[in-house]
Structure formats: structure tokens, C-alpha cells
DNA sequence: TTGCTCCTCACGTCACGTGAGGTGGC
DNA sequence: TTGCTCCTCACGTCACGTGAGGTGGC
């Protein structure tokens, strides 16, 4: 039976810890004196701080830890914890590779001094959003503020004759590439707050979760160019691919005052192979 | 201008976060109202928060990104910081894929059925050790205990001559593999709490810091093969290689009781290429 | 009046590290 | 008596999430 100091010495863990560990019952010591609280361990109870040590640094929480102690754990019950583990392991390496990734990609365009082209961008995760939505082909690129407002405004009053209400900002999907400008296919979108039936025209539906990639442009409408352009290299230059139409969330959009407008580009993408 | 909660849903950022950023000044309202306290931002903050983001996606935490957002930073200053975040990225991610290995090792061990040998091995660092010693060279492995005995005799009697003191168990370098057992040559070290001056034969001087297997063993010294067996098979499974003189930590050592011995055998080891 | 949004505390998270203030054995 | 070790609070960490309890505008 040493004391705590000892022990600690023995074992390269701190005191600190050692008490911590007591505290939440992972090591107690064999003894602990009533009167001044000086707590006792064994050279025997290394085994279990070294097991405790080990699982540890296998990356499992303290709490994880305890159960495994048991002597009741049967082999094949650790060997399943560990294969969770390694997974989550394996995941979160993908996930800093891919921050890696993102890392590298900001530096070399630093170096190409351009570097204010994507300061901007974000990638996020986009919550699934209840929307009701109307499709419309424009022909020419001219006509699409006028084939838009018909469209949102054909939505909007199904949604009110339904009793639904608008959730957040309106948006439109985007079907084929931002290059195309003849014969474009358009789904104009209004987030909404609860189910209500849709019809031919009008359909309703949940846009399920997406990754995107997106960046706010500020201003009118006519040099959306440049933000997709960005967009696009951030992509390819991190390692994603295009995953789904874009889209264009209309975040302010006064007509009176279209210099003011905001206008959100978001590319959905996925991990390109 | 819009409240709050409108921000949140732009930015797809909780209001909980939003008034986190706002207290931490990273992010303040363009306006806040007197009497309520009510926050008002604008869309044209949007970008700002977007940088936050993209920057918070790089790893950085919030603290280093407020002077990232100052605009007197230059491209190379940023520059600089993304090259030690990407180092600092880049070592992670090579712990975790050790860490990864030794899970695998662990697995492969369960499937072998022999997981109980290695139940108890740690990768830990010690500490530089202040230690005085003298180096022996034993004959045949029947007079071990003798030649060590000895050994550690001198050395304790040389270091209280100096009027230093012990500061943790003592332990012996054995310098050349465990195979051997004819002429061996073994360190008998003793850790001391100051420095005192050395002789021809007592040497006093620090083990420097190293990264250790080790692994407890309980008993006499009679069964160590099974130890040493264990360590050097972990320590090939997990893609090390064996890095200077094993070490024997004597933790618990009444000739009296030798039943009750506890020894730590410590191999110190590196990375294998 | 009823929802809805917003507000300010206060507490919890995970595995400890760091004092502050005080006590027992040599 | 002086060090040394040990003790128990209490607070901080990082970026928020989760109530509790209360207020203002439709």
C-alpha cells in the first residue's frame, strides 16, 4: 500500500488524474483513511490503470472505459466496441484529409494571388426543407424575371389558399449547367411551414438534406458569372463534384432596389471519386 | 435590417450561436435595440459570417479567426497561418491513423484468440529521469542477482554519500536484446531528486524523454520471456521498431516476497519507415 | 387573450490543470 | 518549527445546446 504521490510516480500518471479517476469510480483506491482522507493504493491496481491507460489512448472515453473493465466482457464484445471504434477512427480521418484538402486549396490560390475570388465560399450542410415548388421552361435568358415572377406568384397563392405560410427565403432549382441560356428548365421554390396537397402544377414536397457549396452574391442579378465560376473551381480544385441541380436562394430581393439584393448560389457536391 | 432569427435562417446558423459570436464580438449586430435587446443584422453581414465559417471548416477556433477577419491582413500573413494549420492537420492526422493501426492490431489479436497477452501493454512517454548508475557486465544469467544487487549497492551508497536522494523506484538498462544471456551488460540506475557530481564507475546523468511499450509484470523475475514475447510482438503489429535498452522498472522489490514483485518492462521504440 | 419571437441568466459538456486555503507526519 | 505531501472545494477550458423564467408585438 502506497500513497497517492508514489503511485502517481510509478505509474506516469498525475495526481490529478489518479483522483479524478476515483472520483468517477474507474480506480479506487484499496484504502482511503477516514480521518484525513489520504488515499491507498497497491502496486496490484497498475494492471487495471494500464488497461485504463490503453483503452484511452485506443481513442474511448472514460466512460466507455468502465464497462470494459468488467471481467464479465467477453472477447467478441470488445471486438465489436473496437470495430466501432475503428470505424469512427477511419471517418474522422477521411474528414480531416478533406480539410486537408481544403487547406492546400486555399494556399495555392493564395500563391496564384487570387485568393479573394473564393474567400467567401462555405461548404454546409443543408437541412431537408418543405417546399412547394412550380417548374417552368424559359426560352430565352431575357424572359427568365418575368417566366420567375409568374411562376413564385402562381405558388404563392396556392400556398395561401392552403393556409400554409412561407418558412424562410423563396429559391429557384437550376436543371442543367449555369452555362446553358436557351430553354432552361427553372423550379421556382417556397420554403413552407407545414404538408399541404399539391397539384399538377404546384407540386409539394421535402428537397432532402444536401451538402452544398455556396456563396452569398450581393447585387443584381446580371453578374452571377463570376460567383459561378468560383464556385465551380472551389469544387474541382477541393476534390468534390457537382451532385444535383443548384440553387439560387433569394435571400433579399427588393425590385425597387436590386443593387441591394442578395442572392445565395448553392451547388450541392459530393466527394468525387 | 432583420431579427435574429431571420439571420439564423439565412445562414442556416442557430440563434444560439449567433449570440454566441455576438458576445465574443466576432460577430455584432448592426444594431441592437435599448429596451428590448432585441439584435437586428443586416444581409450584407452575411459574408462576414460566411467567412467566419469557411474559416471555423479550416480548423481554426474562434479565437484566431477574429484577426483573421481584420482587413489589414495581408495574403501572405494568411498565408502563414494556413501552413501551420496544414501542419498541424497534417500531424494529426497521423496520430489517428496509428492510433488506427493499434486498433487494428488489437482486433487481429482477438482473432487469434491470444488477446489476453497483450491485454495490458501501454504506449506511454517518460519523463527525462535524473539517475545515477553503474554498468555491469554478468557472466551467466544465474548470477544476476548478485551482480546487480552489488551494482545497485554502490550506487545507492554513492549517492548518499553526495546527500542526494531517491525519487522513484530504480530500474536497470539492459543493453543488448532479451535473447541474450552470457556476458551481458546491464545499467544499474538509480533516479535521484538533484544533481550530484559522477566517478569512473558511478555515472550520474539524465535519461532523456522516450517513448515507451511497456507492460507490468507481476511475480518473480523467472517468467519475464512471456513478457518481452508480448512487447515485441505489439510493438511489430503496430509499426514500431525497437529504439535503445529495454529498461526494467522495479516497482515492487522485497527479496522477502518476491510473489509479490512487480516489475515494468519498458521498451523504448519510434516509428518503423 | 393566444402564439410567436426574443431576451438574459445558469448549468452542462470532457478530462482534467491550476490555484486557494488548510491539515497531518517527519 | 520547517518542508513535504495530502486533502477538499472552486473555477477555467471550447463552442455552443438546453432549459428556466420573463417580456414585446400581432
Redesign the interface.
Known sequence: VIKIGDFA??S?VSVVTLRHYDEIGLLTPVAVDDVTGYRYYA??Q??RL??I??LK???FSLEQIAPMLHDGIT?AQ??EM??L??KE??R??TE??A??A???A??RN??K?D?MAD?????????PLLSASHTVTIPTNGEVPAYLNAAFAEVYSHVKQRGAKE???CLALWHQPAAVHVNEEAEAAVQIDRPIPGTDRVMVYTLPVTEVV???H?GAFSDFRQAHATLLEWIDANGYRVAGAYRE?Y??HDPSAMA?A?T?IQYPVAQAV
Chains 1, 2 share one sequence.
Open positions: 510516480r510509478l506516469h502496486v496490484t497498475l494492471p494500464n488497461r491507460l490503453a489512448d485506443l481513442g472477447p470488445l471486438g473496437l470495430t471504434k475503428r477512427v477511419e474522422h480521418i480531416e484529409r480539410r486537408l481544403r487547406i492546400a486555399r494556399l493564395i500563391e494571388e485568393h474567400y467567401d465560399v462555405v461548404l454546409k450542410t443543408v437541412p418558412n424562410g427565403p455556396s456563396i452569398v450581393q436562394v435571400m433579399q441591394e442578395a445565395e
